[in-house]
Structure formats: structure tokens, C-alpha cells
């Protein structure tokens, strides 16, 4: 991935005039990028990492598979966030890890654990470098050094066992090459959130991931069977059978745990056949109650399909969801995305019982187009927010979920904090929104926010940050629906779990991980 900014090179692209007329309109920009600085000349602090302990790190992992090169240093720096490519274009020191490791299996990890918890050395786990929450940030908390733990060498899958389903793959395995291993196969992981094409399996695992496929194969943590976990107080095979009465299933303690209680090294996971069928259908909905209703009925009934989101009005009039003229007519309201996958003629039945009760509840069939459509531009949101932020754009995303009670109640909330929070500051704000999850008792809803930059863009966010996190707090939702905790949320910990749930946290961590090395300033307030 490049150094400041989503994903490859090859998929970024100038804005289109209308987006950029748009920005002209609403926010009196001009649309035109600024000129990004080169990563070379892009300051890091000075490594900290003393030349006894590197030669001792390099010994565990191999000379060539440590580094404290500038540029793996930068690339290591953080995360994905709007705050955190604000951070990298900015001019100063940018903080960075001291040096980069690159473990090749799990003994290698569990031995650089020992190493570091020994010497006073904060280790940072590395997958994909996607996160969204600070949850890469290399924070010292008082440490003498801070390494980043980079898994990319973990990229084998291992073994398969068709006649139950699952695979066993390693965690720096990213999620292309989990479909291509086990496509090998026949089979197929179906967990495709929009960081699909750069994070890796012990990502997925660490933030319990949830796909865009998860009205179908259900979140990632679902998916989990087995989990192997280095820790500095020693190692854990999680996981015996499909279902156990063995006690609390540790494997949540570390599904979630973002690399604070151990460091994933391998996943063992539900799999399934490779769909022999795949069919789509966009639907169109007066209104987002109508539509999240319409959405509830199918869920609840037993008949979602594989995928099943829904647009609010300003996400649908905005073009994020691929809306476009259906057979000569404009498409208003709110844009529903359904998928179908699996064998003929599951799809087929699938298709038609869920068709039938959303055009029973107020949905207009816009055929596949649109759906094919938003399943063609999935992945290149992140690549669009980075070109607002080359144009003195501000755009971030934040999510939650609630009951479906409470749905209308915590959208209305979150979107007037945020508008608030941003026009109190002199701009005006758009917040868009969507249902991407689904569950029978309720859903997710997924903010889209965009507003001119103010002189200071990473203070302007997060007064808007605070602000929507406590609309989530009092209206009763949760404070992360899949984007984990990280540094970001932290704040909001002791809301979601209580006092005696943070006693509980902190006393895990104390039990895997004495010395407190393993992410510091993540999860645990």
C-alpha cells in the first residue's frame, strides 16, 4: 500500500467533474488536488531500539527480516484513518516504529514475545495495515523501544478438511490470497469487507471483521473454529469442536482482542463450496424507515440474501451507492443492494421468497443493474475519500449498530451530532448512511461524513468524533460495530462494558502479558 494514502497506486484517479461541480456548490472548493510531498524526505523520530536488542531480535527472525529502513518504518507508522493520512502529510517528525520485524511461523513470534517482554519492548502487531481506529499506532507508554510485529510471512494455508468445512490458514494471509488458496479446492471464505484486498486473516480475527457477504456466512468471528495465539506468558491452541460446555470458549478472548492479550498466528475457519450461482437485485425504497423495515421483515423471516444493504437518501442522492437512471428514470429514494449465492437452486428459491416480501414492503425492483454496479466498485470507496482529501476535503467514516427498535432513533442522533459538530465549527456538513450488517434483532448503520477542511482538519474531526461518540453512548448503541477499538474508541470502553468489564479486561491482560508490551494504548482503558 502506498505511504499516505488507501491502497495501490493504480487505483487512484482524478475526481469526476460532477463530484468535483459538487464540492464547487456546497463547500466552495475548487476540486483541484495539492501536490503530495515524497516519502523520502518525510522526517521519522530517531529509532530507539539499542543495537544489543536489535542483533538479539535479528537472531529470533533472521538479519534480513528485521529492518529500520525509513521506508518500512513509515509504511509501519499507522493505520488508514482520515487522522492518520492527515498525520503522514503533514509537515514535523512523524512518530514511527524503531525497527520492523518479519516473523516466518509461530514459534519466531512467540519468541520475540519473550524477548521483548523481558527487555521492555512494546510490540505493535501488523497485518494488512488497514485499520481505521489508531489501532497501529506505534504508542511507546513508557516503553524503552516499540518493533512492529509485520505477518506478512504467515501465508500459508495449511490444511483442509473438506469433509467438515473448514481450512486452516495462516494469519498473514491477505484476503485474495485466501480465495485463490482455496479456490484451489473448490472452496471458498465469502468474507469480503471493503479492506478485503489488503488485510489478512489474523486482522480479521484480532478486530472481528464483518463482510459485506455477512447476511450469508455471517461475521468472521462466526467463522472461527480454531485460533493459535502467541502471547509473552506462552502459547494457546483454542478450540476443540464446532461447539463445547468446557467452560467461557476462550477463543472470544483473543477474536477482538487487537493484538492487546496475544498475537494471532494461524485461523482455523468455516469454509464453504465455491457459489455455483450468483444473482443480484437492486431495489428502490420511498424512505429509509420503509427500506430498513422492508430489510428487517426479510431477515427475520429466515430469507436474507448473501448480501443485503441499504442506502439512506443522502447516500443514494450522492452517487456513493451507485445509483444511476433505470430505464430512463432517476432513481430517488433509498438504493437496497441484494445478492444471492450458492447452488441453482437454493439461489433461485432464496431469490424469490426475499423478492416477494420487499416488494410486499413498499420496494420497487430496479433489476441487477444497480447491484452489479456497487458489487463492480465495492473496494474503491477508501481511494475516493483519499481524493477529497487531496482537494481540502475532509471525509471519515465511523459505524455502530444497534436494536432495530432503536434504529431511527440512533441514525438520528448520530447525524445531528455530526452535523452540528462540524457546522458549529464554520462548515457545512453532508452525513450519509447505510445498513450494511443485519441481524435478527437489529442492524448496523455505517456514517459517511464529508465537510470542507478547516486549518487544523485532525482537531476539526475529532470534535465531530467525540460528539458522535457520545450520541452512539446515549441512544444505546455500541460504540464499534466492526472497525474494533483501537486508540480511538478507547475512550468510550468503560460505557460499552462498565467498570467491573474493564476489571475483567485488565486482569486477562495481566495474565498473558505481565509486562503490558502487546499494543499499548489499544482496547483497554
Known amino acids: 500500500m502506498v505511504w499516505d494514502a488507501w491502497g495501490v497506486p ?8 460532477k463530484i468535483r461541480t459538487l ?32 542483533a538479539a531480535l535479528a537472531a529470533v527472525v533472521g538479519v534480513g527480516n528485521l529492518s529500520t529502513a525509513h521506508g518500512d518504518r513509515l509504511r509501519h507508522a499507522g493505520g488508514k484513518s482520515t487522522p492518520d493520512l492527515l498525520r503522514r502529510r503533514a509537515d514535523g517528525v512523524q512518530a514511527a516504529p524503531d525497527a520492523v520485524l518479519f ?16 527487555h521492555r519492548i512494546a510490540v505493535v502487531p501488523f497485518g494488512g495495515g488497514t485499520s481505521v481506529v489508531g489501532g497501529l499506532d506505534p504508542i511507546r507508554d513508557g516503553f524503552d523501544a516499540v518493533i512492529t510485529l509485520d505477518l506478512c510471512r504467515l501465508d500459508t494455508l495449511t490444511e483442509v478438511d473438506p469433509v467438515s468445512g473448514t481450512a ?12 485463490r488458496l482455496l479456490a484451489e479446492h473448490g472452496l471458498s471464505l465469502g468474507h469480503f469487507p471493503q479492506s478485503f484486498e489488503f488485510a489478512t486473516i489474523g486482522g480479521f480475527a484480532a478486530t472481528r471483521s464483518s463482510g459485506q457477504a455477512s447476511a450469508g456466512y455471517g461475521r468472521f468471528d462466526d467463522m472461527i473454529q480454531r485460533l493459535r495465539v502467541a502471547t509473552p506468558a506462552g502459547s494457546l491452541d483454542l478450540g476443540r469442536g464446532p461447539a463445547s460446555a468446557a467452560g467461557p470458549d476462550l477463543r472470544e478472548l ?21 457459489p455455483e450461482t450468483v444473482a443480484r437485485q437492486a431495489w428502490s425504497f420511498p424512505d429509509f424507515a420503509t427500506g430498513a423495515a422492508a430489510l428487517r421483515t426479510v431477515v427475520q423471516a429466515g430469507a436474507a440474501p448473501t448480501v443485503l444493504r441499504l442506502s439512506d437518501e443522502v447516500e443514494t442522492g450522492m452517487n456513493l451507492a451507485r445509483s444511476h437512471d433505470v430505464g430512463g428514470r432517476p432513481v430517488g429514494g433509498c438504493l437496497a443492494v441484494t445478492t444471492f449465492e450458492g447452488t441453482a437452486a437454493h439461489v433461485a428459491a432464496r431469490h424469490a421468497e426475499a423478492s416477494a416480501l420487499l416488494a410486499a414492503a413498499g420496494g420497487t425492483d430496479l433489476g441487477a443493474g444497480p447491484a452489479d454496479d456497487w458489487e463492480h466498485g465495492r473496494f474503491a470507496a477508501p481511494y475516493l475519500r483519499d481524493a477529497l482529501l487531496d482537494t481540502g476535503i475532509l471525509c471519515e467514516t465511523l459505524e455502530t449498530a444497534t ?16 452535523v452540528d459538530a462540524l457546522t458549529g465549527q464554520g462548515t457545512p456538513a453532508l452525513v450519509m448512511c447505510h445498513i450494511s450488517h443485519t441481524y435478527p434483532a437489529g442492524a448496523s448503520l455505517y456514517f459517511t461524513v464529508v465537510a470542507k477542511q478547516l486549518d487544523d482538519p485532525i482537531a476539526q474531526w475529532q470534535v465531530a468524533k467525540r460528539a458522535a461518540g457520545d450520541a452512539i453512548v446515549a441512544s444505546g448503541g455500541t460504540i464499534t460495530h466492526h472497525h474494533a477499538v483501537g486508540a480511538d474508541h478507547r475512550p468510550w470502553m468503560t460505557d460499552e462494558v462498565g467498570e467491573l468489564g474493564v476489571r475483567v479486561l485488565r486482569a486477562v491482560k495481566q495474565a498473558v502479558d505481565p509486562a503490558g508490551i502487546l499494543n499499548p494504548g489499544k482496547l483497554v482503558p
Open 10 to 17: 493504480s487505483g487512484h484517479a482524478p475526481l469526476p467533474d
Open 403 to 418: 436494536s432495530w427498535s432503536n434504529l431511527s432513533t440512533l441514525k438520528a442522533a448520530v447525524t445531528t451530532a455530526l
Open 23 to 54: 464540492l464547487t456548490q456546497v463547500f466552495g472548493v475548487s476540486g483541484e488536488p495539492v501536490a503530495r510531498r515524497d516519502e523520502g524526505g518525510v522526517p521519522l523520530s530517531e529509532s530507539a531500539l539499542k543495537s544489543e536488542h536489535a
Open 254 to 274: 483473543f477474536a477482538g482482542s487487537e493484538g492487546v492479550f496475544g498475537v494471532v498466528t494461524a485461523v482455523t475457519l468455516r469454509v464453504h463450496p465455491v
Open 168 to 179: 486452516t490458514l495462516g494469519a498473514g494471509v491477505t484476503g485474495p490470497q485466501a480465495e
Open 103 to 118: 516473523p516466518a511461523d509461530h514459534d519466531e513470534v512467540a519468541a520475540v514475545l519473550a524477548y521483548c517482554s523481558a
